[in-house]
């Protein structure tokens, strides 16, 4: 079953962050009840549209036995962004070097930015200027 665009565009519009409750999940995916598979396919569906969720073990069918539809899920858009990388770097360290996005990103150290990266706070920087 595919995921609706319904949390995709929710979580882009709220900025790339957004909190769904498990029984919002289940229903865009058209199932009537939880249960233990149907949580793995709600975690296949997120990544299948370029989201990522956290805590990881609440759509773990292992280790989320009994689910319940009022437990919720942090979503982010995966875009390679400054948030992405940071939530990236601690979910999954093994693809991403950790010390460079955590020494650079979340401690502010520039120097240890690559140029992707770089670009990406120019971006925001002007961006934000362009607001108000």
């Given at each position: 079953?595919?995921?609706?665009?319904?949390?995709?565009?929710?979580?882009?519009?709220?900025?790339?962050?957004t909190e769904a409750s498990l029984g919002e999940l289940r229903e865009e995916l058209g199932y009537r009840?939880?249960?233990r598979w149907v949580l793995a396919e709600i975690a296949e569906a997120l990544q299948a549209t370029g989201l990522g969720?956290?805590?990881?073990?609440?759509?773990?069918?292992?280790?989320?036995?009994?689910p319940r539809q009022s437990q919720t899920?942090?979503?982010?858009?995966?875009?390679?962004?400054p948030r992405a990388r940071v939530i990236d770097a601690v979910l999954r360290p093994q693809e991403?070097?950790?010390r460079a996005v955590l020494d650079g990103l979340g401690g502010g150290n520039l120097a240890a930015l690559g140029l992707q990266d770089?670009?990406?706070l120019i971006?925001?920087?002007?961006?934000?200027?362009?607001?108000?």
């Open positions: 079953m595919e995921q609706t665009p319904g949390t995709a565009a929710r979580c882009r519009a709220d900025g790339g962050l009840k939880l249960g969720y956290f805590p990881p073990e609440r759509l773990d069918p292992d280790q989320n036995t009994e899920v942090w979503i982010y858009c995966r875009d390679g962004g991403c070097d950790v770089r670009l990406e971006r925001q920087i002007v961006n934000t200027g362009n607001d108000g």
